[in-house]
């Protein structure tokens, strides 16, 4: 069974780090430091069922809200700065919205991903 809590705890912190530990911030535009973010990603990556991975990985448009939300949301985290390949440069907006899908749908999909197989 998966800690839907503890997702949602780190998808909290992945949200905190994104608009309270930028380095720079343009508007919307937040430069955050590469390894700050993967790390996050890591352990949200951790605690997702093999399952729900194996969705995320496919191509084809997911019916699972939190599973195409968190495709935009790994897309919109992995844009390289041009000035340096150490950090990422984000839109806070689109990181912020995609987020709080996911934390919305992502307990019911988890459940019905594990129900299907």
Known sequence: MV????L?????KLQRAVLNNADFSFGAKK???????????CCILLLLPDIYKKDFKTTYDNKYSSISSFKLLYK???HKFWLSSDYYIV???HVIKAIGLIKKAIASDVRMLEKDS
């Open 3 to 6: 800690d839907i809590d503890a």
């Open 76 to 78: 919109e985290l992995k």
């Open 91 to 93: 839109n806070s907006d």
């Open 31 to 41: 430069i955050l430091k590469k390894e700050k973010v993967d790390d996050i990603l």
């Open 8 to 12: 949602i705890g780190y998808f909290n």
